[in-house]
């Protein structure tokens, strides 16, 4: 079964370069990718809601991680969504494990390669389906 | 089963967007769902948006959306963007033009991706549609993939079909052409701030004119969907059109074709797939096939000779001889 990914910038943050060089590469691994821009947790469940996503990938590097990063989780819970959250960005190594914590499954910094954001995506969403 | 007929009457977003999950991927439980939703379809008015890729289709989209949100309306958005030939990925990117509509609680919006499919939907298009429909949208609008003059699988989905296109892709020649310019029932010059809005037009007018008289003749609207301009004049245009489709009887008319088309056409892959099936099963066959694969028998007789035996062997078998 393909795998559909919504890839949202978080909030306000204007860096959106790394979520659409990540989207293209999850396209070039065979994922449908829907590219969202900047929204806030609420609509970025929506989306996910309308979307039928597996995964929902959060990229920021404006320092709004560990504010808005687990109100995504914590709203996807409250209205029944069980897709994978995941994270990118540039994310102080202290804050990661308050994140994963929050429900966040994983967190991908800088010159992470492709291969293992993919594979953890594969391995997970397999996992959960079976 | 139970629970899908309880969400079909709940009618919220999350149980929409789990059949439709289970509708695009085509699971088992999907043909379930369509056989329960086939009964509730049929009231949506559904508009169909196409044109070639960057003239604005899914701004537009999204513009039309905001107007009709406000006239309180349900409203379903199909966007459907291409899939990669080689890595059967894709990149969806409508919804990034339509980030206005993420706040209004009566827009549902669904991105496709091609999966293959040649004709500018994704084969679960209409599949897709007949959901939203049977929960109770009052308007779907389904955004085509980019086009060129060819692909025109909408005109099979949609009551209403809009052309997007833009100033400056070529002279009155290729207003002239068969193919997409003729499918139109409203065209659309977007991006008409841009210089040559007023010549495509005049090209499409001229092309209207020729066409001859009919009882709908095709509105050509000029929009200039980032800012909001010639949005009210179109969404105008597209009731009209709805009100002539309902007087004409055409409403009723184009949902009873529709109901054909969709059997013969589940009727011929249905039989495709029996029959392929029949021929992995039996080894004569099968040898037949490889004998055409080496180019040692023709595909012509060869076709004609399974097909013909298959009928014969059901008959054989339906009536005890």
């Given at each position: 079964m393909q795998i559909k990914v919504v890839m949202a910038k978080l909030g306000l943050d204007i860096h959106w370069r790394g979520a659409l060089v990540v989207s293209r590469m999850l396209r070039d691994e065979g994922m449908e990718v829907v590219y969202l821009g900047n929204q806030f947790p609420e609509q970025i469940v929506d989306a996910a809601i309308q979307e039928g996503a597996d995964v929902i990938g959060l990229s920021t590097l404006g320092g709004n991680h560990l504010t808005l990063g687990p109100k995504v989780v914590q709203i996807a819970k409250e209205k029944g969504v069980d897709a994978l959250v995941i994270m990118g960005g540039v994310i102080p190594e202290d804050d990661i494990p308050l994140l994963k914590e929050a429900g966040i499954s994983e967190v991908f910094g800088p010159e992470t390669r492709i291969e293992s954001i993919a594979s953890f995506i594969r391995s997970e969403v397999n996992q959960s389906i079976a | 089963m139970e629970d899908l007929i309880g969400s079909f009457e709940k009618k919220d977003n999350v149980s929409l967007g789990?059949?439709?999950?289970?509708?695009?991927?085509?699971?088992?439980?999907?043909?379930?769902?369509?056989?329960?939703?086939?009964?509730?379809?049929?009231?949506?008015?559904?508009i169909g948006v196409t044109g070639p890729p960057g003239s604005g289709k899914s701004t537009l989209v999204g513009k039309m959306c905001k107007?009709?949100?406000?006239?309180?309306?349900?409203?379903?958005?199909?966007?459907?963007d291409p899939t990669s030939p080689f890595t059967k990925g894709?990149?969806?990117?409508?919804?990034?033009?339509?980030?206005?509509?993420?706040?209004?609680?009566?827009?549902?919006?669904?991105?496709?991706?091609?999966?293959?499919?040649?004709?500018?939907?994704?084969?679960?298009?209409?599949?897709?549609?007949?959901?939203?429909?049977?929960?109770?949208?009052?308007?779907?609008?389904?955004?085509?993939?980019?086009?060129?003059?060819?692909?025109?699988?909408?005109?099979?989905?949609?009551?209403?079909v809009l052309l997007v296109s833009v100033p400056g892709l070529g002279d009155t020649l290729q207003t002239l052409k068969a193919g997409i310019m003729e499918i139109a029932d409203i065209y659309v010059i977007n991006q008409a701030d841009r210089p040559g809005a007023d010549e495509s037009v005049k090209d499409l007018n001229l092309m209207v004119k020729e066409s001859g008289k009919r009882e709908w003749s095709p509105p050509i609207h000029k929009t200039v969907a980032t800012q909001d301009s010639g949005i009210d004049e179109l969404i105008h245009d597209i009731t009209a059109h709805k009100k002539y489709l309902e007087r004409s009887g055409l409403w009723k008319e184009k949902r009873q074709t529709r109901n054909v088309t969709r059997l013969y056409s589940m009727i011929e892959s249905l039989l495709a797939q029996r029959v392929e099936d029949h021929i992995n099963r039996e080894e004569s066959l099968k040898a037949k096939v490889q004998d055409v694969m080496k180019g040692e028998r023709d595909p012509y007789t060869t076709s004609h000779e399974i097909v013909d035996r298959l009928i014969a062997k059901h008959n054989s078998y339906q009536y005890g001889g």
């Open positions: - | 789990k059949m439709l999950k289970e509708v695009e991927n085509q699971t088992p439980l999907s043909l379930e769902i369509l056989k329960l939703s086939s009964f509730r379809k049929g009231k949506a008015h559904i107007k009709l949100a406000t006239m309180d309306l349900r409203i379903g958005v199909v966007c459907v894709a990149l969806l990117g409508d919804r990034i033009r339509m980030q206005e509509l993420a706040k209004l609680p009566n827009v549902f919006i669904k991105s496709l991706a091609t999966r293959g499919n040649l004709g500018g939907l994704a084969s679960s298009t209409a599949d897709i549609v007949q959901v939203l429909d049977a929960y109770e949208m009052d308007v779907i609008l389904i955004e085509t993939v980019g086009v060129g003059q060819i692909e025109f699988d909408v005109l099979g989905v949609a009551d209403t």
